[in-house]
């Protein structure tokens, strides 16, 4: 049998750049189709440079679902909303798609109303979706045809806290999580806040008191810890082009120390090869996993409080974007999970 085909919709997006990068490399597939409605018509090496031969003289086209139906696995890398009108008709085809939007992570379409601002528009799909997160839904991401990968603040909050959950050593108070992001987390689009004059030697918090991830945070949170969990969740905006630091703040009803949890997280992620727990003393910072798909965990504890500090880095774009997806679909296709990604 040839390689698979994979296709990539929105592939001059910032995510969608990722995964051309990720994919034009990658042993097991052959990338033979990407669209932009901007760059119809355009050989790719116009737009992105440094790929290997084939992909550079790939043609970006217009999206259309038929001919992307030529395809094996497709990977929607759309604003939320766009990414639906694509899946309906690539899952009637049979096809397996990979969507790194929002539009399938949750599993309640009054959740995804009320935090994404209109009707869901195909609620029908949302039970056959997989939340694509391998380290917590690997045996599922196997099965699955219709791959949601998470969003990227989600991607390092869950790394972060599944261990504590799975461990029950959690007082019933509200988890704090901090989050600093890089401007590539919102897109490749215009618009004056990400300006480089407003975002230079600048640093702002946004979306509070509710950013649209506490959703998929609390769908997955509490499924986790099977009760309902109390997150509050407060992202921030950084000088950094990429790259996502998550601390996290859990209070903590035992009096278990800190070598024990360490011990309880490095058991964790043993079978994990994306996901670092760091030695006792250390902490992640953003330059070790920048073009990497990995996550950097790192432990702290306040005894003053009984709270256990966690601090996860990853890249948006990365672990919490294309990398992430690809993960995904090496999962899916039985190819073997790390290839094509770095670590
Ligand atoms: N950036 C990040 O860190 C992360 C992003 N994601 C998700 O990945 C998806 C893509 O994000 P990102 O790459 O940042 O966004 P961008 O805005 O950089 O890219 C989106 C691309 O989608 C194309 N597009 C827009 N509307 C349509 C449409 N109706 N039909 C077809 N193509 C369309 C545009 O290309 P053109 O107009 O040329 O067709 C554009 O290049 C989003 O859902 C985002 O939430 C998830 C995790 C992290
Ligand atoms: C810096 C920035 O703007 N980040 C984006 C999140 C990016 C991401 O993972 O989100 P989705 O896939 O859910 O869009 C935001 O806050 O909306």
Redesign the pocket.
């Known amino acids: 049998m040839g390689l698979y085909r994979v296709a990539v919709?929105?592939g001059?997006?910032?995510?969608?750049e990722e995964l051309v990068r990720i994919l034009s490399r990658h042993p097991g597939v052959a990338l033979t189709q990407l669209?932009?409605?901007?760059?119809r018509g355009e050989r790719v090496r116009e737009v992105i440079s440094g790929l290997p031969g084939a992909a550079e003289n790939l043609v970006f086209e217009e999206?259309d679902p038929s001919r992307l139906c030529e395809a094996d696995v497709i990977f929607l890398?759309?604003?939320?909303g766009?990414?639906a009108e694509y899946v309906v008709p690539l899952r009637e085809a049979g096809k397996i798609v990979v969507d790194?939007?929002?539009d399938f992570r949750l599993r309640n379409p009054r959740h995804y109303e009320a935090d994404y601002g209109w009707e869901h528009p195909a609620p029908a799909l949302l039970s056959k979706a997989v939340y694509a997160l391998p380290e917590l839904h690997r045996a599922e991401i196997r099965h699955g045809d219709l791959l949601a990968?998470p969003?990227?603040y989600p991607t390092s909050i869950l790394l972060g806290l599944s261990p504590a959950l799975g461990a029950d050593w959690l007082r019933e108070e509200e988890i704090v999580a901090n989050s600093l992001s890089g401007t590539?987390?919102a897109?490749?689009?215009p618009e004056v806040p990400l300006l480089f004059s407003e975002m230079c030697e600048n640093a702002r918090p946004y979306g509070i008191p509710r950013h649209r991830h506490m959703a998929e945070m609390e769908q997955e949170l509490d499924r986790l810890a099977g009760r309902k969990i109390d997150l509050v969740f407060i992202p921030h905006l950084i000088p950094l082009a990429r790259g996502i630091l998550s601390t996290i703040v859990c209070p903590l009803r035992t009096e278990i120390g800190l070598e024990e949890m360490h011990a309880h997280y490095v058991s964790f992620y043993r079978n994990d090869a994306f996901v670092r727990v760091l030695r006792l003393g250390e902490l992640p910072a953003v330059r070790d996993v920048v073009r990497t798909n990995r996550a950097d965990i790192g432990l702290q504890w306040d005894g003053t409080h009984r709270r256990l500090l966690v601090f996860c880095a990853i890249d948006?774009?990365g672990k919490?974007?294309a990398g992430q997806a690809v993960q995904a679909m090496n999962l899916r296709l039985g190819l073997p999970e790390e290839e094509g990604l770095l670590r």
Do not use: I
């Not at 669209?35 to 760059?39: A, D, E, I, N, W």
């Open positions: 919709v929105g001059a997006g910032y995510a969608g669209t932009s409605r901007m760059h999206p890398a759309l604003p939320h766009a990414a790194l939007s929002a990968a969003g990227c590539s987390g897109g490749r689009r948006n774009l919490g974007a």
